[in-house]
């Protein structure tokens, strides 16, 4: 098949999938209707031709991509070469004989280019710490030492036999802290105590003491006890495995030996300090990402948020919770996710089909789930399309919002109930979803978690729960950051459903909303202007007043949190209305003038309630005439107080000055002059 300048390569994999190749070129906007049978056996010359063409080749199998990709290699075409799976996505079904839009969509998905992404260069000397107990930590570091530089701290070495030889430093200890990312770790050892080479029987240590320090690249943790790190799956470098298991062992072990030299590492997230509403003066605001970082990578700096690289797992929790888009997805790209999903949704719409649901997967266990379920039950549904993403978590209310707005009836997210800390943050961006969807009219319920390592379970939750009301499809093209993409879908959204409402109320926690002030207490100080670091609250250079505009406002707080007199509230919700995009004023007041010269220097509640709590409380303004001085401009304050009898920067009198002429006269007349 021809599409563009792309070839596609369609095999039905022996005959196991029926595919009418006209109607599947057709549906794609190509030509041809060439399907073959065995193109990594006896028809791999065909995949040769291809290659030979020049242009881009995408083929319908990951299972033979290996084979693929070396007859690639040989031919110096690796790079123009992708590979995409129709076979376990659609054609390996129940429904396989309705597939053919969703294998339209997978086709389309498949031509769009990836780009590269950052990534990070750790470094590994092969400096490597086994920590464990007995016997099994000892045979651990045996393996290792021919590969690493290996250290055996033992925890408890009881069934321990010494070794004939000392191949390696043999220590004990227990780890009190342990800090760092793989090739610097850092570790506080209490109990530190050297062998004692001279023990007969069995293995001895000298005298122990606390606080010891030591670093190493790679930690082979054998004790069996609490991980030293949270979320110790995400630390590189850090492997643990039960004492008790020996396969187990032998794994880490065998990753450990390869653990030196120079890796990459990718770069999830990218962070824009200007963007953070971590914290404004001392306030803290928003701390959503902090809250949910299951691997510690993200620590408060001030008034941002810093992502260390190299500890960063990639769940992907913190670019899906925040608010302003300070914190971003970059494996890839969530513009990229985006056009996928667009591309998904148009495709299918293209080919014929109807009423698509998305679901959204790992690119790990959730494709070995899919695999198995379309191998030994009966696979996804023909209106279930597949989507990988790195990671689940990743994925937020602007991406679950304009899936909805390209027509997608449902959203299902497969979590591995075996990483509940990688997706603590879905829970909040589905019940946003839910009450945007039912706040414009919609029965709601759209998006859901399915978090199942059962491959029937899977099955059954997608043939069974569907949709029971179909969702128009909303005029939508995502654009910009998060907030602007919400807000195009949300919109797309009430057109779609004819939603005549101009505000949806959100749940607490919510990252929309507006800022209500009590206008009666307020007395426009504007210390929430300052504080405010989305510049949703602003205030007139010319005039007095308080202005919000309620896009820009995230609900960090930092506004209530500066308020001196504490009469702001947030109010979590969402507002469709035009007026949202610019500043509206919310209060306004009198100019205040100075009672000497007249000249307008502050707002008349502010003047008068730093009188009412001042005068004849504080000893500087004890008296009527001193609480005058805050009423005037601080030109004339300071006039006022140059002449007044009690002036605090008049000095002692200065002495007159004497001449010659007037010590003559004194003497003269038979006095003393004063000094």
Not at 565 to 590: C, G, H, M, N, W
Not at 641 to 667: C, I, M, S, V, W
């Amino acid at each position: 098949m021809r599409r563009g300048d792309r070839t596609v390569l369609i095999c039905d994999c022996g005959g196991s999938m029926e595919i009418d190749g006209r109607r599947l070129a057709t549906a794609c906007g190509g030509d041809g209707d060439a399907v073959f049978t065995a193109l990594c056996r006896r028809e791999i010359n065909r995949f040769v031709d291809a290659l030979d063409s020049g242009g881009p080749v995408d083929v319908a199998c990951t299972q033979e991509a290996p084979a693929f990709a070396e007859v690639a290699e040989e031919r110096a075409a690796g790079d123009r070469v992708s590979f995409f799976n129709i076979r376990e996505a659609a054609g390996w079904s129940d429904e396989a004989h309705s597939a053919l839009p969703k294998m339209a969509a997978l086709i389309a998905e498949a031509a769009l280019p990836v780009p590269a992404s950052r990534a990070l260069t750790l470094t590994s000397e092969g400096t490597c710490l086994v920590y464990g107990r007995g016997q099994a930590a000892l045979d651990a570091a045996e393996r290792l030492s021919d590969h690493l530089s290996v250290t055996c701290m033992l925890v408890d070495a009881e069934d321990a036999l010494p070794p004939s030889a000392s191949e390696f430093p043999i220590v004990a200890g227990r780890i009190r802290q342990a800090a760092g990312r793989f090739g610097r770790f850092e570790l506080t050892v209490d109990r530190f105590a050297e062998r004692a080479p001279w023990i007969r029987a069995g293995l001895g240590f000298e005298r122990a003491v606390d606080g010891a320090q030591s670093e190493c690249d790679v930690i082979v943790d054998l004790t069996g006890d609490t991980p030293l790190f949270p979320a110790p799956e995400k630390r590189d470098g850090y492997l643990r495995a039960d004492p008790r298991d020996p396969a187990a062992v032998l794994a880490v072990v065998l990753q450990a030996s390869t653990m030196v030299g120079e890796f990459e590492k990718p770069i999830y997230v990218t962070v824009d300090d200007g963007l953070c509403a971590h914290s404004r003066n001392r306030k803290t605001g928003c701390t959503r990402c902090l809250d949910l970082c299951p691997a510690g990578a993200i620590a408060s700096a001030g008034d941002v948020v810093t992502v260390d690289p190299a500890l960063c797992g990639g769940c992907g929790l913190c670019a899906g919770v925040c608010p302003t888009s300070a914190i971003t997805y970059a494996y890839p790209d969530t513009r990229i996710v985006h056009e996928r999903v667009m591309t998904l949704a148009s495709a299918y719409r293209n080919a014929g089909g109807t009423a698509p649901r998305l679901l959204v997967h790992d690119d790990k266990k959730g494709i070995q789930l899919i695999e198995y379920a379309a191998r030994y039950g009966r696979g996804l549904p023909a209106d279930v399309i597949p989507m990988a993403v790195n990671e689940v978590g990743q994925v937020g209310h602007d991406i679950l919002l304009g899936a909805l707005a390209q027509g997608f009836q449902e959203v299902v997210l497969l979590t591995d109930p075996r990483r509940a800390d990688d997706y603590a943050g879905l829970a909040a961006q589905v019940d946003l979803v839910d009450a945007l969807l039912t706040g414009l009219g919609d029965a709601g319920g759209r998006v859901r978690v399915l978090d199942t390592p059962d491959p029937d379970a899977l099955s059954d939750a997608l043939y069974g729960d569907r949709p029971r009301s179909v969702l128009p499809n909303a005029a939508f093209v995502p654009l910009g950051r998060k907030k602007s993409v919400t807000r195009l879908a949300v919109k797309g959204l009430a057109a779609a459903l004819a939603t005549a409402v101009d505000t949806v109320p959100l749940p607490a926690g919510a990252p929309y909303g507006r800022v209500a002030v009590d206008t009666e207490g307020c007395t426009l100080c504007l210390a929430c202007v300052a504080a405010c670091p989305t510049g949703a609250l602003q205030d007139n250079p010319d005039r007095p007043q308080l202005l919000f505009q309620e896009d820009a406002c995230v609900q960090c707080g930092l506004c209530a949190a500066t308020c001196p007199e504490k009469v702001i509230t947030l109010e979590p919700r969402y507002s469709l209305a035009d007026s949202a995009l610019s500043a509206q004023l919310v209060f306004e007041d009198e100019p205040y003038a100075c009672i000497s010269c007249g000249k307008p220097y502050g707002t008349r509640k502010s003047i008068e309630a730093i009188v009412s709590r001042l005068s004849g409380k504080h000893w500087m303004f004890a008296t009527g005439e001193r609480a005058n001085l805050i009423r005037m401009c601080e030109d004339c304050r300071v006039t006022a107080q140059f002449h007044a009898k009690d002036n605090p920067f008049a000095g002692p009198p200065r002495p007159l000055p004497r001449t010659t002429a007037d010590y003559e006269q004194a003497r003269a007349e038979g006095r003393e002059l004063e000094d």
